[in-house]
């Protein structure tokens, strides 16, 4: 049990089949490693954490739990979710590795948007204070991986503005920011885009 997940989960299998987009995780994953974008915080709290959706399912592999420090991940370190309940804060999953606490966030922008193929979550304090309510917001009230926020970002997307900006932020999770696009790179293209933004702004 990681003591930063906050639903519930079920293991469907142990054994994790290889997926093609494993290598794209890993590319992207260096790139928001370097940035520091993702990894663990002074205190050893790991965060950030990267997703793309199975074919045209609702499934999705995303990272694993507690594993910000790793510099390369390996089957073992992701996850399959096969199915999600958000209302019931549920999850079941395949693989070793527990799913991030985001995997509901994951599964709610991929629930919205057919299109979008991968998700980003990270951290950027700098970008998450100049985007707060410029861009679509989640609101404060909401804590990370609660049905609560999937509820907002849910309502972010009918509003219409979240699929053509394709970024989030959240609020209730200080730094928290959530890029999506139709692979990892257009998802990360739509994160250094609004950081050159911010820069421009200072």
Known sequence: ?????KFTYERAASELAPFPGLAEVNTYRR??????????SSNGVSFGNLSVREGVTNNFYVTGSAT??????????????????????????EGVAIPSSESLTHAAVYKSDGS?????????????LTLLDRVPTTSKAAEYGTPEMVCEIIQLFQSGEAHRRKILVMAGH???????GRDLEEAFAVLMRGRKETTQLR
């Open 1 to 5: 049990m990681s003591e930063y997940v």
């Open 68 to 93: 910000g420090a790793l510099s390369e991940l390996t089957l073992a370190d992701c996850a399959r979710v096969v199915a999600y309940d958000s209302k019931r804060n549920w999850l079941r999953y």
């Open 31 to 40: 790139k928001l490693l370097e940035l520091q974008l993702i990894g663990v």
């Open 174 to 180: 200080e730094g928290g920011i959530v890029t999506f």
């Open 116 to 128: 979008a193929r991968a998700v980003i979550h990270c951290h950027d304090s700098s970008l998450w």
